[in-house]
């Protein structure tokens, strides 16, 4: 029985990276979708079928946690990495979501690419880093790696706050029309939101390794508010 616990536990590891790696992928595809035209349609076409694989994801790691819940009755550690997991995957589900939505922005072709004089690539860029360390910093238990994520949060609300700014001052100047400036104040903003996404995630780490979340919440209030949602 133990055994079989533990293989359900290494199963949920391996489904939340592969999870994460999927949000990575999506991530960089709109990335690419900022750099040049050519591979528009294939892009987003792909990044359309990358959210649907997350999609499955979620409900496959839900599944996982039902069963460690149920059959297993899991305590202590195991049961704070299990209720952190069904929150966190709530987290990656919606990067996917805003992943979509830059591609969505991109599809219309209102945008002009390569973007240049705004750092909306750097923000990408940035928000790839905070999701593959948010994912590895629950993997491998590692809470240094979380709370550096967590602390990151403040550059990437800086690098948007300068990415507005840097819009504004291009429309200002003619290089953009107000509708090409909406788009990309649009999609600085999903990547804002993905940064969001990426520090929630490292916060359930937190969580999971010692038991209380930032907002102040131990793991009976997390268990109650999941037991509520079902």
């Not at 999506?26 to 959210?51: F, G, N, P, S, W």
């Not at 994801?57 to 946690?65: F, G, L, N, T, V």
């Not at 819940?69 to 305590?75: H, K, S």
């Not at 788009?183 to 804002?192: A, F, W």
């Amino acid at each position: 029985m133990r055994e079989r616990y533990l293989e359900k536990l290494e199963q949920l590891h391996k489904e939340l990276l592969e999870m994460g790696l999927l949000c990575e992928k999506a991530i960089m595809k709109t990335y690419r979708l900022l750099l040049a035209e050519e591979e528009r349609q294939e892009l987003v076409t792909r990044i359309d079928a990358l959210e649907r694989e997350i999609d499955a994801k979620e409900r496959m790691i839900e599944s996982i946690c039902m069963q460690l819940f149920l059959q297993q009755q899991p305590v202590a550690s195991d049961l704070r990495r299990i209720t952190a997991a069904l929150k966190l995957i709530t987290d990656l589900e919606r990067i996917g979501d805003q992943a979509t939505d830059i591609a969505e922005i991109m599809q219309t072709g209102s945008v002009t690419v390569p973007i240049k004089g705004v750092r909306l690539t750097e923000m990408a860029e940035y928000t790839m880093n905070m999701v593959n360390k948010s994912v590895e910093s629950y993997v491998q238990k590692d809470l240094s790696m979380a709370k550096e994520v967590i602390d990151s949060d403040d550059t990437l609300d800086n690098l948007f706050t300068e990415v507005r700014q840097e819009i504004n001052r291009c429309s200002i100047e003619g290089q953009y029309t107000n509708d090409q400036a909406m788009d990309m104040l649009m999609i600085s903003k999903y990547y804002e939101r993905i940064g969001d996404h990426a520090t929630n995630v490292a916060e359930w780490v937190e969580f999971s390794l010692t038991g209380k979340h930032r907002s102040g919440k131990v793991v009976n209030d997390v268990f109650a508010e999941l037991n509520a949602g079902n």
